[in-house]
């Protein structure tokens, strides 16, 4: 660190303690200027904003870190930007306005130092170094908000798909799933542990998979499917598949899957009426007797 | 400053401990692995760690099966050894548990037919390790002849 | 949680029946030790069927699995049916994306269901030896 480096931090930490209430004001004026924040956030959570990140750079330039690292090693400041990226994604600006929000403050920053001196050269050093710290955080909100919008698409994706696989009672003990869509890995998660407490709660024996609303059935669904069958009968019910339609079927046949041990069904009714007899069969999980 | 290329290990050291002062999530802990009771050592370690992060019922079960799993090849395989639980924050609020095992037995000679042979049915032997990767979201393996293993599985609370 | 290996899991006997459970904390020397008593008492009572009920195991991992597999093909060899009751839900899931299929073991949903299974019935016995009464 050269020694007007140190100068410039003093100035600037200075400037932050003492002018801090003229900074946070004139960089929520800025952020209202800008009116790319097409949100409800309200002004007096922006101040808000303001005055937390406006303390956390004290400690930051304090720290004696080299200046494009203040922002993420200084705990309370990297919080205060992350916190803030987060908010604006949440509330749905877009994330250029955020960025730019962020980037605002070096401008009330060095308003605040021009009224301490009037010296160009300090002042040239002094928008360098703020450009230098300030830019990483405008790089961080910019990368958190990604992050938080694709958490959201994460959450919404997850629930989407909560609510497009419920499990029916159809029959006493006799449950199914009516499947839409395709079969993926994170798609079989949710199926199986909806379906597998599902027949833990009903104390269900039989438990039927419809899939006339699946496309189609190329080798990973139909592993998939095997899964699924093989969790059921863990539990200790057996598992019937439905909705398997002529084109299904020839797929399955010519692609050499094999879902021989799996008792399938055309329709539904079909399977219910399948279900139906496996329940009232000789023994209650449908093997019945003692086979040897 | 991370980017979102770089590689998840690599990258958010920083994070971690920049956000372990504000919302403390625990220390990265290492136990021992070498005897049969430090394997259920292990197990209610990482239970209470994937409680801690917040993992549903299934993901709690997925990931102490796969620490056993691990552990337990550490103990068998490589004549003990260690795990260490780490606790990877994303920026976003994603949080994840990270399992690290390490032993310095003899490696694994035959990577690949370990993980695609990797479970265990009627009597044979198995490494588990194919088992235990479908249990996670990331999953890497370093060994050799004579250089020990060291496996590295992240499950995140939302993928 | 101490790690102490719990001696004698107890293995009850109804009728022909065998009937036992297996505690969360099974380790090598408790297994080997359990498969060593439980097919004793197969052998010596002439039992026809075994029904384990693993309803507080917590989790599965292959060597639980394989555990259950062996005992089910010994008590097979001694002539008896085994039943594993009470699997939890997110057991049965890791268990089939582990991969591990418990070949051969037969499941059921609860103890009385696997007793049903069994041939070992309440008296008077429902039409289907369905269970009765705490269907939600």
Redo the contacts between chains.
């Keep these: 660190m050269t020694t007007s480096e140190a100068a410039v931090r003093e100035r600037l930490t200075r400037a932050l303690q003492e002018r801090d209430e003229e900074i946070a004001d004139r960089w929520v004026e800025l952020q209202m200027e800008q009116a790319l924040l097409d949100t409800d956030i309200g002004e007096a959570e922006l101040r808000e904003e303001a005055d937390a990140l406006i303390k956390a750079l004290v400690p930051g330039l304090q720290s004696g870190v080299p200046v494009d690292r203040v922002v993420t090693s200084t705990p309370v400041l990297y919080e205060a930007v992350v916190g803030l990226s987060l908010r604006r994604a949440r509330a749905g600006a877009t994330p250029t306005a955020t960025s730019l929000a962020v980037l605002a403050l070096k401008e009330a920053l060095l308003r605040a130092v021009q009224r301490d001196t009037r010296d160009a050269e300090e002042l040239f050093a002094s928008a360098v170094f703020m450009n230098r710290l300030l830019d990483v955080a405008g790089a961080l909100s910019f990368e958190t908000y990604v992050e938080g919008r694709e958490e959201i698409i994460r959450r919404q994706s997850q629930q989407l798909m909560e609510l497009s696989t419920p499990v029916v009672r159809l029959w006493r003990q006799v449950l199914a799933v009516p499947l839409i869509g395709t079969l993926d890995t994170a798609r079989t998660q949710v199926v199986m542990e909806n379906l597998l407490q599902a027949i833990q709660d009903h104390e269900a024996l039989v438990a039927i998979v419809d899939i006339t609303g699946v496309p189609t059935v190329d080798t990973a669904v139909a592993q998939h499917l095997m899964q699924t069958v093989n969790a059921v009968r863990l539990m200790g019910a057996d598992c019937v598949i439905s909705g398997v339609r002529p084109s299904i079927a020839q797929t399955i046949a010519q692609l050499g899957i094999d879902l021989s041990t799996i008792l399938t069904r055309a329709t539904l009714a079909d399977a219910l009426a399948a279900a139906i007899k496996l329940i009232d069969g000789p023994g209650p999980d449908g093997d019945e007797g003692d086979g040897r | 400053m991370a980017l979102p290329g770089e590689s998840i290990l690599a990258s958010r050291g920083t994070k971690v401990s920049a956000r372990a002062q504000s919302r403390r999530p625990p220390a990265p802990a290492t136990y021992p692995v070498r005897t049969e009771e430090d394997l259920l050592t292990v197990r209610h370690a990482v239970r209470a760690a994937t409680v801690e992060v917040g993992f549903g019922l299934v993901d709690q079960t997925r990931v102490v099966t796969a620490a056993s799993e691990l552990a337990r090849n550490a103990y068998v395989h490589g004549g003990g050894g260690t795990v260490t639980l780490e606790y990877p924050h994303e920026p976003s609020g994603r949080r994840g548990l990270r399992l690290i095992v390490k032993d310095d037995g003899p490696g694994i000679a035959d990577l690949d037919a370990a993980l695609t042979d990797g479970f265990t049915t009627g009597t044979g032997l198995g490494h588990g390790l194919g088992g235990a990767r479908r249990l996670m979201d990331e999953f890497t393996v370093r060994t050799g002849r004579g250089e020990g293993t060291v496996v590295v599985a992240t499950r995140w609370t939302v993928r | ?1 101490t ?3 719990q001696p004698g899991v107890p293995i009850l006997r109804l009728g022909d029946v065998l009937v036992t459970g297996l505690l969360n ?1 099974l ?3 408790t297994a080997v030790a359990f498969t060593e008593e439980l097919t004793e008492r197969i052998s010596a009572e002439g039992a ?1 069927g075994v029904l384990i009920d693993i309803s507080r195991l ?6 639980v ?2 555990t259950l ?2 005992l089910t093909t010994v008590a097979r060899l001694l ?1 008896a ?1 085994v039943i594993v ?19 051969g073991v ?5 103890p009385e ?2 007793l ?2 069994l ?1 070992w019935r309440q008296a008077p016995q429902p039409p ?4 009765r009464g ?3």
């Design positions: 949680m790690g102490q290996p904390e380790d090598d020397r026809r917590e989790i599965i991992d292959s060597f699995a394989r597999m062996e002539g049916r009751a009470g699997m939890r839900p997110p057991v049965a899931i890791t268990l089939v994306e582990l991969g591990i299929e418990l070949v037969e499941t059921a949903l609860n269901q696997g049903a299974a041939g289907e030896g369905a269970r705490t269907a939600r």
